[in-house]
């Protein structure tokens, strides 16, 4: 089974933002959340590259109240620019899923950006 490692970078201060560079053969997924979402204890990230199967990974501790940060998505199994890749994440609060959103976009060269947010996308 192949494996996605996932590293947070969850920014909660005031004043941050998502806009940063991404690092080689990463994708680096901005996320903006909204009061819902924001209340999460943890968020869940599934992750579907090239049409294969989806990985379920463990929970990421959540500040709740935070309501803008990112997450990396390391690819130890190879990046494969040109690839699609499907990203949905679960905000959860005490055991319960309050909010999910999905995103799709296909893997640039060297590393890819994309951007999450709970405030205007339509959940699943």
């Known amino acids: ?10 920014l909660g201060a005031i004043g941050c933002d998502h806009d940063h560079a ?3 053969q ?11 979402a924001g209340a999460a204890d943890s968020l869940v990230v599934r992750v579907t590259v090239g049409g294969g199967p989806t990985i379920n990974n463990p929970p990421l501790a ?15 199994r ?8 499907v990203i949905s994440v679960d905000a959860v609060a005490s055991g319960a899923v309050v909010a999910t959103r999905s995103v799709t ?9 994309a951007q999450l947010d709970f405030t205007t996308d339509g959940g699943d």
């Open 1 to 10: 089974m192949r494996r996605l490692a996932i590293c947070a970078i969850l």
């Open 26 to 36: 990463t994708l680096l997924l901005g996320l903006t959340l909204d009061a819902q």
């Open 78 to 85: 190879g990046y494969q620019a040109g690839a699609v890749i």
């Open 105 to 113: 976009t296909v893997l640039a060269d060297g590393c890819s950006l």
């Open 62 to 76: 959540h500040a709740p109240g935070d309501r803008i940060g990112s997450i990396e998505i390391d690819f130890p």
């Open 22 to 24: 991404c690092r080689a």
